[in-house]
């Protein structure tokens, strides 16, 4: 196996592991073109775990840092050595990918290295633009080679469907160490402080803040489907993580959900079944 089989190869095993809806949705892809989706799906889950990491927050900086550096080709040391980033530059230079969205990614990701609050739920829905539909929107990109797909409007939306859904699914773990996504903005409409989550303290205001959410995440599901409608049919495997948002959030609304202490989590073979579906009738408005 040559050095970039093997780095393709381990951001297979890392996206399996570390975000499988998007090794789910990736097998949907043809040979040539999954590969890339992985190496973007890996280098997403390689940021997002920088705080895992790291003790200190200047850390986690220094880490990003190396990570704009191997992507601009000058870090420290030899950056080919590691195991996602062979992988990730063969991508780029495949499907000429731009350098500027993974900078704005890891830009945004700077947010998780520290406890603040996210302030308001216009800068949730840009956090999630520049994370989520940017994945989408390059891996448009990659399905074709690096030819235009169009449905930017539709990669935007799609993402931060993906991306409130993820965090509304996530917020037992991120209340554990500390963590706020939940804008501010919505949170004091319904009388939750930061305080009255990291410290599981939650009551009926956090229901309701979470119910505007939902609401929010089903707007944008809604304009993500909406753009779809004539989109290549080859470009349907970056947008599949669209598939299990709807029921994610109907799973959240289940009576005995607790948002503090329930991990939503559906069977790996339900969203195969939701992503099947969907690409069956992907593009066809």
Request: charged share 20%; net charge neutral.
């Amino acid at each position: 196996m040559s050095a970039l089989d093997a780095s393709f190869a381990h951001c297979e095993t890392l996206v399996r592991e570390l975000d499988p809806e998007r090794y789910q949705a990736s097998l949907f892809a043809g040979q040539a073109q999954r590969g890339g989706l992985l190496a973007l799906a890996a280098f997403n889950a390689e940021i997002a775990r920088v705080r895992d990491a790291i003790r200190e927050p200047m850390a986690g900086e220094i880490r990003l840092q190396w990570w704009r550096d191997a992507l601009n080709g000058t870090a420290r040391g030899d950056a080919s050595g590691h195991p996602v980033v062979p992988a990730l530059l063969a991508t780029i230079e495949r499907a000429r990918l731009p350098l500027a969205p993974f900078h704005a990614l890891i830009d945004a990701r700077t947010f998780d290295l520290y406890d603040d609050p996210m302030p308001t739920l216009g800068d949730l829905e840009g956090y999630a633009g520049e994370t989520a539909s940017m994945l989408v929107r390059l891996g448009s990109l990659v399905l074709l080679d690096g030819r235009e797909p169009g449905g930017a409007a539709a990669a935007g939306h799609a993402g931060v469907a993906i991306a409130l859904a993820g965090l509304m699914r996530a917020l037992p773990f991120h209340a554990r160490r500390g963590q706020v996504y939940l804008p501010g903005d919505v949170l004091a409409r319904h009388g939750v402080s930061r305080d009255d989550i990291v410290t599981g303290r939650g009551g009926p205001g956090l229901g309701a803040a979470l119910a505007e959410l939902r609401a929010e995440a089903r707007r944008h599901l809604k304009l993500a489907m909406e753009g779809l409608s004539g989109l290549p049919e080859a470009v349907a495997p970056a947008f599949l993580p669209l598939a299990p948002v709807e029921p994610h959030l109907r799973r959240m609304e289940r009576a005995n959900h607790d948002p503090l202490n329930t991990l939503s989590d559906r069977p790996a073979w339900l969203n195969l079944a939701s992503m099947w579906l969907f690409a069956r009738r992907f593009g066809r408005g």
